[in-house]
T-cell receptor, first 114, second 113 residues
């Protein structure tokens, strides 16, 4: 099976712009979650989608949003970019089969805001 | 949510066995223990998961004592490619909600020739 695919791999934006990141989960996985990773804050949960519905949201401002499509692919959007949004954005999918199906991560999108 | 405590960093040499211990004093009855490995600029990779006693796969072993308040990830005969950050996570029903998953600071393992 192909793993979780995230595009683009790298992105450079300027303050005030908006950005959309894409994630294709492992085939058959219906849960997709997003994380932000920075050197100072580590890995932080952004939000999770399941069957096109947002199930949970982390403690991030409303500038961060996402959605999931019927094929389980997901996008996240960040509007009015700030310098502090520079980070590695990771997407993970899970099969939700059983109580402890682990997360499978993509290699992330490295976003640099200048 | 059970908080985990791991050493910030560890050093070892190629060919050695490395044991990374994680403390989780507040682990709940339904919680499982899961370890991930992360290389720079890559996403975390699932290594192993267990509930009690010992679990072994082709990559590592996980030792969990009877009280489950700690766990030890054992990497046999490490190589330079095992240099990475290792995260210990504790939680129940990962499949029910990814928001229950909290990544701590992890252990930065450095392997030397």
């Amino acid at each position: 099976k192909a793993g979780v695919t995230q595009t683009p791999r790298y992105l450079i934006k300027t303050r005030g712009q908006q950005v959309t990141l894409s994630c294709s989960p492992i085939s058959g996985h219906r849960s997709v979650s997003w994380y932000q990773q920075t050197p100072g804050q580590g890995l932080q949960f952004l939000f999770e989608y399941f069957s096109e519905t947002q199930r949970n949201k982390g403690n991030f401002p409303g500038r961060f949003s996402g959605r999931q499509f019927s094929n389980s692919r997901s996008e996240m959007n960040v509007s009015t970019l700030e310098l502090g949004d520079s980070a590695l954005y990771l997407c993970a999918s899970s099969s939700l089969e059983g109580n402890n199906s682990p997360l499978h991560f993509g290699n992330g999108t490295r976003l640099t805001v200048t | 949510l059970a908080k985990t405590t791991q050493p910030i960093s560890m050093d070892s040499y190629e060919g050695q066995e490395v044991n990374i211990t994680c403390s989780h004093n507040n682990i709940a009855t339904n919680d499982y223990i899961t370890w991930y490995q992360q290389f720079p600029s890559q996403g975390p990779r699932f290594i192993i998961q267990g509930y009690k006693t010992k679990v072994t796969n082709e990559v590592a072993s996980l030792f969990i004592p009877a009280d489950r308040k700690s766990s030890t990830l054992s990497l046999p005969r490490v190589s330079l490619s095992d240099t990475a950050v290792y995260y210990c996570l504790v939680g129940d029903s990962f499949g029910s909600s990814a928001s229950k998953i909290i990544f701590g600071s992890g252990t930065r393992l450095s392997i030397r020739p």
